[in-house]
């Protein structure tokens, strides 16, 4: 089992992992109710390119990349849960499903699982749904029935987990079948004001979120809810990226028409300002990858040149040893 675990986080990591073209994605709507345009951008916030639109001036409530698939999915007020392939193209309407009126506005509202290949959403920001990446088998695994607001949603797809922040006051955990749900983190620090994102980062076994109030903070648990800490004290982070391998992470920060991306060490170092602003309006999720859509910065071009030619130098003496 203990091998097998490592083999799966091998493989995703070979995906989510830090390289010397790892890439930041989110959306800008520069017009608020025109189409929402998807966008890319260097980790070091060069290269700024639109990938594609939505094609309609849905507002995003959440989206996930799944590299492997080559498919981004995305979570609209209009809509519901869409799927479009990395180039822009093949939009395509997985479920409309929604149990209430629709007010995740930028949250982290849905996320995947790449392993069993589904899609795990707030339905009407009060229920939590699945599907399959093919838009069929839609579930409910948490129902609405006595749950105030759901703000943000991750997924561990290694243990087939759903994390969720309920009623900005704590987080839980279920399986991702809707058994065993258990809350992790109670009442965090007293309460937790505004959980705008969760992340998981599955080489170290952590679970990270924001928290988006004026004395706002970026905060680490283990898996289980233990070792609470805080990482980062920061003015409204929103959304949330994380690179494990580099131990970088990332967040958005500002209101709808002026919001900046930020990057420190999984310690919490020094804060850079990478890249911004841009007109997020309401849509301040972020997306690490080590996808290559962003125009590459003309000074590393060279480097990546000579980083293949030593790759495969390095590939051939391998091969030759055998």
Request: aromatic share 10%.
């Amino acid at each position: 089992m203990f091998c097998c675990r490592l083999l799966i986080v091998g493989l995703m990591l070979c995906s989510l992992g830090g390289s010397a073209a790892a890439e930041l994605l989110f959306f800008d709507q520069p017009v608020v109710f025109q189409n929402p345009e998807f966008q890319a951008v260097s980790d070091s916030g060069f290269g700024l390119t639109t990938v594609g639109t939505l094609g309609n001036p849905a507002l995003p409530g959440g989206f996930a990349v799944d590299e492997s698939a080559g498919k981004v999915f995305i979570l609209t007020d209009l809509v519901g849960v869409q799927s479009m392939n990395l180039d822009g193209t093949g939009l395509t309407t997985l479920s409309t499903t929604q149990t209430g009126p629709f007010n995740t506005f930028g949250r982290n509202g849905l996320a995947i699982d790449p392993v069993s290949q589904k899609v795990f959403w707030t339905a009407g920001n009060t229920a939590i749904r699945s599907i399959d990446y093919d838009g069929s088998n839609e579930t409910e695994i948490v129902a609405a029935s006595g749950f105030s607001t759901i703000s943000a949603i991750a997924v561990n797809p290694i243990d087939s987990h759903v994390f969720f922040a309920r009623g900005n006051a704590e987080i839980l955990r279920v399986d991702s079948d809707g058994s065993n749900q258990t809350t992790i983190v109670p009442l965090l620090f007293g309460g937790v004001n505004n959980v705008w994102d969760l992340e998981v980062d599955l080489l170290n076994d952590h679970i990270y979120w924001s928290e988006n109030r004026s004395s706002g903070e970026i905060v680490r648990a283990d898996l289980d809810g233990s070792n609470i800490t805080q990482v980062l004290a920061t003015s409204r982070p929103l959304g949330i990226a994380l690179n494990p391998t580099d131990q970088e992470l990332y967040w958005t920060s500002g209101t709808s028409g002026n919001t900046r991306i930020f990057t420190t060490d999984f310690l919490g170092g020094s804060t850079t300002e990478i890249f911004g602003p841009f007109s997020a309006n309401g849509n301040f999720g972020i997306e690490h990858t080590n996808l290559t859509l962003a125009v590459p910065e003309p000074s590393s071009l060279a480097f990546l040149m000579v980083a293949g030619f030593t790759l495969g130098l390095s590939r051939k003496r391998r091969h030759t040893r055998v």
